[in-house]
Each structure stands twice: as structure tokens, then as C-alpha cells.
């Protein structure tokens, strides 16, 4: 079966490439051609690019990046490394915002990741991340999120029009769940996140060495800074 999948695969974000990965082994192990439907959504990708100067920075951040990048070149080490990675994954040629996709595919999947947060993907994308666009014999969602955001309220009618095309939906919050069930009269099922499918030799088989570390450690990944728990983690 031809599987095309369509996600947040090509931002410079650590959650969005390694849950990518995650996506495409199980179907390959299957025995399946999967291929990442390479949509360029700026919205998406270009929030993570380093930018010498942003609009919405003071002129003292802006500085700060800019120094950061030109002289000490950290976003051009981080961004390679992503770029590096993200040529792992079996991709299509680039697609744009409002272009066609030509490809044919047996199934489409859309996940995990917050795709259905509209407020994030930007409406044009809409048809691209809810799949409706194509002619596959089946539709998927895996893991799909809409973060903390309803993606429907006032236009239930039009995304259960989308939604009702799936074969499967499966999402990663419960509450989303519930509210596929509740307001759009959907059926839905949870499903974890795909970087829990791999085991651990699965991703000791990508591993690279730090060279800077010569000693057991501990990696802890947080996005807001929980300082508490990190104390806690610690003791």
C-alpha cells in the first residue's frame, strides 16, 4: 500500500522531527511505501529559522540573535543538525500553500502533532492537514491534536463534512475525544504519541555520540521551563 503522510516534519523543532520519525517506521515495518508529503507551510517551518531581525523583538533581542547567529553561529549549528535529520525521512518534492498535490496514494494520514490547530496551521493549510484533498481509498488520523483549540466551534457543519471521510480517527487528547463525540456526532479513539511506538534499540540505532559528555546523564526536555519539577527530578 502507497502511504502518504502529511505532518509537521520539516520545522526545526525537537517534538516535530522525532514524532515524524516515529510515524513512518511502524508503516514501513508493515511492509508498506511510505513517503512524507513535503508541504512548505511558512506559518509552520519558518517559526523556528533563526531571523537576524524579527518586527516583534525589541532592538536588544534582536542583537542578542544576531549576534548568536552570525558570531557564534548557533542557529546555523542547530538548524544543520535538524536539516541533517530531516533528510532521514522519505520525502516527496516540495509542495506549496495552495498548490495540488499530483500524487496518487492508497491511504492518506494526517498526525500526530497539533495539525488541527487551526490557529497554528493557518486556514489555507486546512484542507492539507484534515486531508481532504486526493483521491486515496482510505483516510487516517493518528495522534492528531488540536492543541488547546476547538477547532470547529461555528463551522461544525464543514470540518464534519471533512472528518466524516476518514475511515479512523485517532487522536492524542482525551478531551478531543470528547469533543469530536459531543459536538460533531464523530467517533474517535485515542492514540499515543508515535515516539512511544519505537522501542528503545529503535532509536539507538539513529543515535550519534556528544562528544562534550563523558559520563552518564540525564536529558530533560521541557517547553515552558517547569523549574519546579526539575528540582524534584533532581533530588
Known amino acids: 500500500m502507497k502511504i502518504g503522510i502529511v505532518t509537521f516534519h520539516n520545522s526545526f523543532n525537537y517534538g516535530s522531527v522525532l514524532q515524524c520519525y516515529a510515524l513512518v517506521e511502524p508503516f514501513k515495518r508493515f511492509g508498506h511505501e511510505v513517503k512524507i508529503i513535503n508541504l512548505h507551510n511558512p506559518r509552520i517551518s519558518d517559526t523556528y529559522i533563526y531571523h537576524f531581525w524579527r518586527h516583534e523583538n525589541?532592538?536588544?533581542l534582536n542583537l542578542?540573535?544576531?549576534i548568536s547567529c552570525l558570531i557564534l553561529?548557533?542557529?546555523i549549528k542547530r538548524e544543520n543538525c535538524f536539516k541533517k535529520f530531516i533528510n532521514l525521512f522519505p520525502l516527496t518534492r516540495q509542495y506549496e500553500i495552495g498548490d495540488e498535490i499530483d500524487e496518487d496514494f492508497d491511504c492518506l494520514v494526517c498526525g500526530s502533532d497539533q495539525v488541527w490547530n487551526t490557529k497554528i496551521i493557518g486556514e489555507r493549510a486546512i484542507s492539507y492537514?484534515?486531508?481532504d484533498f486526493g483521491h486515496p481509498l482510505k483516510r487516517i488520523s493518528y495522534a492528531a491534536s488540536s492543541g488547546s483549540n476547538r477547532?470547529?466551534?461555528g463551522n461544525e457543519n464543514f470540518f464534519k463534512g471533512i472528518l466524516s471521510k476518514f475511515n479512523k480517527i485517532g487522536v492524542r487528547e482525551f478531551f478531543l475525544k470528547k469533543y469530536l463525540?459531543?459536538?460533531l456526532d464523530l467517533?474517535?479513539?485515542f492514540t499515543p504519541d508515535p515516539t512511544s511506538l519505537l522501542e528503545m534499540n529503535d532509536w539507538l540505532k539513529i543515535?550519534?555520540?556528544v562528544s562534550r559528555i563523558h559520563s552518564d546523564y540525564l536529558l530533560f526536555y521541557t517547553v515552558n521551563g517547569y523549574f519546579d519539577f526539575y528540582k524534584d527530578l533532581i533530588m
Open 58 to 60: 525589541n532592538m536588544y
Open 64 to 66: 542578542k540573535e544576531t
Open 73 to 75: 553561529r548557533k542557529g
Open 129 to 131: 492537514y484534515f486531508l
Open 151 to 153: 477547532f470547529a466551534d
Open 181 to 183: 463525540h459531543e459536538s
Open 187 to 189: 467517533d474517535a479513539c
Open 207 to 209: 543515535e550519534e555520540p
